[in-house]
């Protein structure tokens, strides 16, 4: 099969739009929503996610032929927790800041129903290198929603993106005043919400 093929391809696009994991399947909504009260975590949550995916995915299809099915899901999780404490390291020696804001988030990457999902439903049954764009894909489809509702948060409640100021102090000097509804865990649940209904009502058509 050619790297790039046309199923490859498929493989790629699905998890961006038709079968989105968040906004199709809504797996992952928890620390979707836990992470994005500002920007620059949702990001880094979300390429973390996606290196996580992407590396375990090829992993597991690399030795799927030779785990014993009944010990399966924990050879699954032995790999991801591996994984995981290595890219939690990597944080704290080079983003100290940013992990010290996702807190256990980064941890609790081990029991993301996205990635267990791509592991057992995907890279069980495929060869690496399409096991590894479909890692790539859902961990980008992931962080997408990420970045999303992050931005919108921290602009609206913040006035800034990144940590960098956005609205000048000429619009506070005429009473501008940040949304501080928008720093609430609850509006990314209303913000992905409305970014669910967005999707289905324009690109998802249900069968």
């Known amino acids: 099969m050619s790297l790039f093929s046309k199923e490859n391809k498929e493989v790629f696009s699905k998890p961006l739009n038709l079968d989105h994991p968040i906004l199709v399947q809504v797996l992952g ?4 929503l836990a992470v994005t009260a500002q920007l620059e975590p949702a990001i880094v949550m979300g390429l973390a996610v996606t290196v996580i ?3 375990a995915n090829v992993i597991i299809s690399l030795i799927r032929k030779t785990i014993p099915m009944r010990i399966r899901i924990v050879v699954q999780l032995v790999v991801v927790a591996a994984l995981v404490t290595i890219v939690s390291q990597i944080l704290k020696a080079f983003a100290y800041d940013v992990s010290v804001q996702l807190s256990v988030y980064v941890g ?6 996205i990635l267990m999902g791509r592991l057992e439903a995907f890279a069980m049954m495929n060869k690496p290198w399409p096991s590894f764009i479909d890692g790539v894909s859902n961990g980008l489809g992931y962080a997408m929603i990420l970045v999303i509702v992050g931005g919108v948060r921290e602009f609206f409640g913040r006035g800034s993106l990144l940590g960098f100021q956005i609205l000048p102090q000429s619009f506070y000097d005429f009473g ?4 501080g509804m928008m ?4 509006m990314a649940l209303i913000l992905l919400g409305c970014v669910i209904w967005v ?3 324009y690109f998802f ?3």
């Open 29 to 32: 909504i928890c620390s979707a």
């Open 53 to 55: 995916t992407a590396f």
């Open 108 to 113: 609790l990457i081990i029991t993301n129903c």
């Open 176 to 179: 501008y005043v940040n949304n």
């Open 183 to 186: 720093t609430m865990p609850a």
């Open 199 to 201: 999707h289905r009502a």
């Open 205 to 207: 058509k249900e069968k």
